[in-house]
């Protein structure tokens, strides 16, 4: 049985390969988010197409609804536009857009140029309510439900598979 | 001919300006440089996310640039270090705080170090006494010239 | 053309490590000479391919061909000579031909220098160095071909990452690689040794030197890479606990167990299974290194560009390698013998004690290190471990390691009296208390963590201060017979003395600049200064200047004391032309006692400038002392017995 001290090293050894495996899949820099299943914090920000009128998370409630979160000098967010516009002519699910960190000008521009899927998008200057919802690179989607609580968030530009199998079916039984 | 009074308001404004060139000792560059300085203690503890494992006291990515400003208003409010902290996990994460929090997850990796050590020492210890007590046939004999080697260090 | 060839010579290369990896090894298991003698020639083969690869790299970047695909993403055609070279490992592809260059260069540096080893033990290591060799040549050829091509190739490059367009990047991956690798020495002699049976005081004097100037290149590669961030990055800092800088930490802890753990089994031919294990541990780290780098597991400021596949491959490798070592060792280990006596107080114990220390610091990096990883891999979250998790762990570890390192040196092997040891070393302790509470009030304020680190520095040259003095007048005071005595010093007992006190410069470097250093932000418009502990910063301005392949802002800083201009400081703002980043260049007046460290922030209403001054004390001790521990180890490698021995051959 002495000879079942030497056998540590490699003991040791299958544990940490084991782990450095496992990391091979994940994402070092993605940074979860604690607000799933908490609900949206407070905010109230002017639209972006009429900054007279505010809209604030009270009057949202009661719905079932979407932030994306956007900016006019985003790339990434150019790739997942066009799937969002598209989506947006298809679903009941009103899409709201966070204009993060953007001068009002461009970002009406942006929209005009590549489309508005957006019921209403809302003007964030300085970042704040961005870093409210815990916002770090944009674009980033979040899922809202009735009550006000958060139930998902997509970090990154949206892609059909994350459409069609993650959101799609969660919606559906948030609606339902 | 130039009045007196023209004169006086001339040299006056003379005066202002060359008042104006003197180098002063220059201001720090924030207007509270103790509130600063606690901004940046506690800045650096906390993770920019949107950088490859920097501080948010040393990026100069917009991002860190906010939460700094938060965290200057959160003092400026008359908040404390640790309401700071509780609202950066709040919005992202133990992942943003560098200090890993004392909690159940990570006790292995704070007390780890320390266990490491006494069941090293005490390991060695034990083989060493129990080594010590041996005959001296379990053991190779010494050599004659090998304890006085001058080479050997 | 020439990427041809070098790519051809990869191949060829894999060919002779191959036959490097088997042959010989065979040979030394059923007694063929004939099988044997390949290795010496191989070897020398193998290094020739490796070598015209690289020089093919290095002229395909000189020559800035862009039709190589690492050669367009790495340069450009602005960029300067000395930088085109250093771009050939600037990035994950040819570094891991520098890491192969290096490998074969070990490789036949111990074909040359091992004459006096019994043939089969030569066949062995140069084997084992062969099968490491064939792995990397097939990570490169398989996954990481520096030869690739673009077609069509483009007219200008990317650039090189303008942090890495600077002279510390020229020579700090050289020097680490040349550690980390060499590394791979010892571990060759480790498994060598295991197969043959013949793990012995003998094997560990052979080890002895190889391990000491991997170790010393390898603390000269760190050093490099601290140093260069400090003056590079702008932020004043020098250490960052990020996990590459622990990847090279780790194998740097372990290798010094490892020199010290060989001289208990060189004297007392015992815990020869335990220094086997450390030697194989060593190169483990160094390969565990390799893949916490360019895998992509773990989030760093120096990761390389990576993809999935050659981090299962490293993956693949490490497992090979490191499982095929450790199996070996299960099997091996236990026929070993337990070698001569000593006793529970002795030289020999303060020297596993030091190594239970070191391996434990070890332990703990890779802990801290890992910890986010598993913890994730687990499903349990993501969290990070930081800087002030490392210094609040490692701290505290040091401290009895360094008083360690203050009794050992004086202890006598196998049996120390402790209570004459406590007597010769109460002057150390006298001195390092009194030192460090006069230190810190010369500093101008005493402060608990700042002495008790300069106690721990001064204990140490204390110690040494002891062991000199009982060097050189064993019998009391006899300055006539001083000179011949000190010069009867081994040199390796010179180097393991000038070496420690490195680690008490080094200590002081740390404590003095972490405890006292002082820093002033502040805004400046022309003609302004701020004065900061006594020496004056006066801003004459912005210059606009034009750079081979960027523009910049520089500031005009100088700066006085008592009315002295002593230096002129020249802070920049750039922006490369090629990638556009804005990148802080700090201006840095480096003294024997403390440095002048300007950098230049933003711009702000009124023209006026926000400047960041520091005066950092003592900071240069910090890589002071990492010279003197590699000087160290040069002086103990230089011994007579090591060159007997090599000259007894001739």
């Known amino acids: 049985m002495k000879h079942v001290r030497y056998l540590v090293p490699m003991g040791i050894l299958l544990v940490l390969l084991y782990f450095l495996r496992a990391g091979l899949n994940l994402n070092p820099k993605e940074v979860p988010s604690p607000l799933i299943g908490k609900p949206a914090p407070e905010f109230s920000l002017p639209r972006l197409d009429q900054p007279e009128q505010r809209i604030s998370r009270a009057e949202l409630r009661g719905q079932v609804w979407m932030l994306n979160v956007w900016a006019s000098w985003c790339v990434a967010c150019r790739q997942e536009h066009p799937l969002l516009v598209q989506y947006a002519k298809q679903s009941k699910v009103p899409i709201y857009g966070l204009n993060y960190k953007d001068e009002r000008t461009a970002g009406i521009k942006w929209l005009a140029d590549f489309g508005n899927p957006y019921t209403a998008s809302l003007s964030d200057r300085d970042g704040r309510v961005g870093i409210d919802f815990g916002v770090y690179g944009v674009p980033e989607t979040f899922v809202i439900d009735r009550d006000g609580v958060i139930r998902y968030k997509q970090i990154g530009p949206l892609t059909p598979e994350v459409l069609r199998d993650t959101i799609e079916p969660l919606l559906k039984e948030l609606n339902s | 001919m130039r009045s007196l009074l023209t004169r006086l308001v001339i040299s006056l404004a003379w005066a202002l300006a060359c008042g104006a060139c003197i180098a002063a000792e220059a201001l720090p560059a924030s207007d509270n440089p103790a509130l600063e300085a606690r901004v940046m203690k506690i800045s650096s503890e906390l993770r920019c996310l949107v950088c490859q494992n920097e501080t948010i006291a040393a990026s100069h990515a917009d991002l860190a640039v906010d939460l700094r400003r938060q965290v200057r208003e959160m003092l400026q409010n008359g908040q404390n270090e640790q309401q700071v902290i509780d609202y950066m996990t709040a919005r992202y994460g133990d992942f943003v705080l560098y200090r890993p929090p004392f909690k159940a997850l990570t006790a292995l990796l704070w007390i780890g170090p320390a266990v490491m050590v006494v069941v090293g020492l005490g390991t060695l210890f034990v083989v060493l006494r129990r080594r010590s007590r041996l005959a001296d046939d379990a053991f190779e004999p010494d050599d004659k010239d090998a304890p006085n080697d001058p080479h050997l260090s | ?650």
């Open chain 3, 1 to 650: 053309m020439i990427p041809e060839i070098g790519h051809f010579s990869l191949w060829l290369a894999l060919g002779m490590a191959l036959v490097l990896g088997t042959v010989p090894l065979v040979g030394a298991q059923s007694g063929r000479a004939d099988f044997m003698a390949f290795a010496r020639p191989i070897s020398y083969l193998l290094f020739f391919f490796v070598a015209l690869a690289f020089a093919c790299l290095v002229a395909s970047f000189v020559g800035h061909d862009f039709s190589v695909r690492y050669v367009a993403t790495n340069s450009n055609t602005a960029l300067p000579l000395q930088y085109r070279i250093a771009g050939v490992w600037g990035g994950h592809e040819g570094s891991l031909l520098l890491w192969v260059q290096m490998l074969v260069l070990w490789t036949v540096a111990v074909a040359l220098f091992s004459r006096h080893l019994p043939k089969e033990v030569m066949a062995r290591i140069l084997a084992v160095m062969g099968m490491v060799s064939v792995g990397f040549l097939l990570f490169m050829l398989l996954t990481s071909n520096p030869f690739d091509r673009l077609f069509p190739a483009p007219l200008e490059g990317r650039d090189l990452n303008p942090l890495l367009q600077d002279p510390g990047m020229v020579i700090h991956p050289p020097m680490l690689y040349m550690g980390y690798v060499g590394f791979s020495v010892a571990f060759a002699f480790a498994i060598a040794a295991l197969i043959g049976g013949t793990l012995d005081a003998t094997w560990a004097r052979w080890t002895r030197p190889w391990t000491t100037v991997a170790w010393m290149f390898l603390t000269i590669g760190i050093a490099l890479g601290s140093a260069w961030a400090y003056y590079e990055l702008g932020w004043g800092g020098w250490w960052f606990w990020d996990p590459v800088e622990n990847a090279s930490l780790m194998p740097w802890l372990l290798g010094t167990a490892l020199i010290h753990s060989l001289a208990v089994t060189e004297k007392r031919n015992s815990f020869k299974s335990w220094t086997v294990l450390l030697a194989i541990l060593a190169f483990s780290f160094s390969l565990l290194g390799t893949f916490l780098v360019r895998s992509g597991v773990l989030s760093s400021v120096h990761a390389f560009a990576t993809d999935p596949l050659r981090g299962q491959f490293i993956l693949a490798f490490l497992a090979v390698v490191v499982g095929g070592s450790f199996s070996l060792y299960a099997w091996r280990a236990p026929e070993v013998g337990i070698g001569k006596r000593f006793g529970l107080w002795s030289k020999e114990s303060a020297l596993l004690g030091n190594n239970v220390l070191l391996v434990v610091a070890a332990l703990a990096v890779m802990l801290g290190t890992l910890y986010p990883l598993v913890i994730d891999a687990l499903g349990m979250g993501k969290i990070s471990v930081g800087p002030p998790y490392f210094d609040a762990v490692f701290m505290p570890l040091m401290a009895p390691t360094v008083f360690l390192m203050g009794i050992g040196p004086l202890a006598r092997w196998k049996h120390a009296e402790l209570p004459s040891l406590a007597m010769r070393l109460r002057w150390a302790a006298a001195v390092a208390i009194a030192g460090a509470l006069l230190t810190g009030a010369l500093a101008g304020e005493i402060r608990l963590v700042a002495t008790l680190g300069l106690v721990m520095a001064y204990w140490i040259v204390g110690s040494v201060a002891t062991d000199l003095w009982g060097r050189v007048h064993p019998q009391g005071l006899d300055w006539a017979q001083a000179p011949a005595r000190l010069r009867q010093i081994p040199r390796a007992l010179a180097g393991m003395m000038l070496a420690h006190l490195g680690i008490a410069v080094f200590c002081i470097g740390v404590v003095m600049v972490k405890a006292y250093e002082v820093e002033s932000d502040v805004k400046m418009s022309v003609g302004d200064s701020t004065t900061v502990r006594g020496y004056t910063f006066i801003f004459d301005g912005i210059k606009e200047l034009k750079g081979p392949n960027y523009v910049a802002a520089q500031g005009q800083m100088r700066v006085t004391r008592d009315g002295q201009t002593i230096a002129d400081l020249r802070p920049e703002k750039r922006i490369y032309r090629v990638q556009q980043n804005p990148m802080t260049e700090a201006a840095i007046d480096s003294g024997l006692t403390r440095d002048l460290y300007v950098s230049l922030g933003e711009q702000v209403e009124g023209g006026a400038w926000i400047v960041r001054v520091y005066v950092k004390p003592f900071i240069d001790w910090i890589w002071f002392g990492c010279l003197f521990m590699a000087l160290g180890g040069l002086l103990a490698v230089s011994d007579r017995r090591y060159r007997r021995a090599a000259g007894a051959e001739q």
